[in-house]
């Protein structure tokens, strides 16, 4: 079982309507997670961060996350076509001996279309 | 303030031949990455540092991979021999504790 798993895509949105990304993660001790943008020929953006159970807005985005059912999700309202990128999640995956290494799933290409 | 520096941006070599990433990361940031992203993929963590001490480095292919992060701020990667698969962009992350941030990344072509 990969640590975190992404749907790859494509993902196919019409320009104004609601985008959902969604992600799960084999640690259930994992207590960061993350979301980042990579536009194409870019490096990997933050563009969100959670850490308690629930929802997170911030603007047009909305992370959500379930601890018990180990699984984040993105949602991005009113899409753009300036949204088209791979949306890639990360989570911080504890180690036996202490220390937290950030783990990326493989990424979930999104276009939007105008 | 200043984010994640990284040289070359781009770099072309042959097989077998050797290479060097250059990173400076975000003032103050303790821990530091090395990824490699291959194209269609996530990044796959290579190693990582906590000031200038080595905490993983189990996916990093040590017979031809080598890094380094001197007195806990720069760091460099090295690559010796290259091989074709290694084609890929490195991208070079900090953080203070859990978010990272990135450098712009060098692409490295191997022919």
């Known amino acids: 079982q990969k640590e975190v798993e992404q749907n790859s895509g494509p993902l196919s949105v019409p320009e104004g309507a609601i985008a959902s990304l969604n992600c799960t993660y084999s640690?259930?001790?994992?207590?960061?997670f993350f979301w980042y943008r990579q536009y194409s020929g870019k490096s990997p953006e933050l563009i969100m961060s959670?850490?308690?159970?629930g929802d997170k807005e911030d603007g047009r985005f909305t992370a959500q996350l379930n601890k018990a059912s180990q699984y984040v999700s993105l949602l991005i309202r009113d899409s753009q076509p300036s949204d088209s990128a791979t949306y890639l999640c990360a989570v911080n995956i504890w180690r036996i001996q202490g220390a937290q290494k950030l783990v990326f799933g493989q990424g979930t290409r999104l276009t939007i279309n105008p | 303030e200043a984010g994640v520096a990284q040289s070359p941006r781009y770099k072309i070599i042959e097989k077998r031949q050797s290479v060097a990433f250059w990173c400076n990361p975000i003032s103050g940031h303790a821990t530091l990455y090395w990824y490699q992203q291959i194209l269609g993929q996530g990044p796959k963590l290579l190693i990582q540092?906590?000031?200038?001490?080595?905490?993983?480095d189990s996916q990093l292919p040590k017979d031809r991979f080598s890094a380094e992060r001197l007195k806990g701020v720069d760091s460099t990667l090295k690559i010796q021999p290259a091989k074709l698969e290694d084609s890929a962009v490195y991208l070079c992350?900090?953080?203070?504790?859990?978010?990272?941030?990135f450098g712009q990344g060098t692409r490295l072509t191997v022919v």
């Open positions: 992350a900090s953080s203070p504790y859990t978010e990272a941030f």
């Open positions: 959670i850490y308690s159970n």
């Open positions: 540092f906590q000031n200038n001490g080595v905490v993983d």
């Open positions: 640690d259930r001790g994992s207590q960061s």
